[in-house]
């Protein structure tokens, strides 16, 4: 079946509510299906204003020889976290990405993406949680503190997804702590392994931010 023979069927959606506001959602299709080398179908076009920012899709073929990249342009942390209404941290900020998209491939859903900082970002550590890190283990309450309020300049995260849901992040993450002293450098770097559709599922972010935390700064020669 040949679709969009002169011109590409065209999805066209002013706005769409669901657990985030969606609006100007874009979408054209052409070609075959089913699809083959010979008789490819191409998607293109693709793109939605969300989260205060915009998020587009580079133009995917079927059969897929190269990644479709998935891009974040100025995505607002904040309006991602009232959303998501995590209790024990919040962020605020916006970033950019791009995440390479595999259909086909045999091990990766998402390799080698990348998430970055737009200007500046905050993040704020819940009271409860950071009272409780601090009281679990005495050696880590100075470290904690540092970490309870930062404003952050530079972060990086390396993105890495495979096809049964294992998201792999490696990030570092360097900002301040205004309340303690603007001048003091902190530099977290932050690994993690997470089954992104369990944790969907979920959403328990701030329990396994906790959890890491703990296990980080109770290392010696690991704290920020």
């Known amino acids: 079946m040949l679709l969009g023979a002169k011109q590409p069927v065209t999805l066209r959606i002013k706005s769409l509510s669901n657990l985030f506001e969606m609006q100007n959602i874009t979408a054209d299709l052409q070609g075959y299906y089913p699809y083959s080398e010979r008789q490819p179908l191409t998607l293109s076009n693709v793109g939605v204003d969300m989260l205060n920012g915009h998020i587009g899709l580079s133009a995917l073929r079927l059969p897929q020889h190269d990644a479709a990249v998935l891009k974040l342009d100025r995505v ?22 791009e995440l390479p998209l595999y259909l086909n491939n045999s091990q990766w859903l998402v390799r080698d993406g990348w998430i970055a900082n737009a200007g500046l970002l905050t993040l704020r550590l819940d009271k409860d949680m950071a009272d409780a890190i601090a009281g679990n283990n005495m050696a880590t309450g100075a ?66 931010l906790q959890e890491w935390l703990e296990q980080a700064l109770a290392q010696p020669g690991e704290q920020p």
């Open 143 to 208: 470290a904690i503190d540092w970490l309870r309020y930062m404003e952050i300049h530079r972060s990086q995260a390396r993105v890495d997804l495979d096809n049964l849901g294992v998201l792999t992040l490696t990030a570092k993450i360097d900002g301040v702590n205004p309340q303690k002293s603007a001048k003091r450098e902190v530099i977290l770097n932050y690994s993690h392994q997470e089954n992104v559709f369990q944790l969907w599922r979920s959403l328990r972010f701030g329990d396994n």
């Open 76 to 97: 607002d942390l904040s309006a991602l976290f009232t959303a998501l209404k995590p209790k024990q941290f919040a962020m605020s900020g916006r970033v950019n990405g």
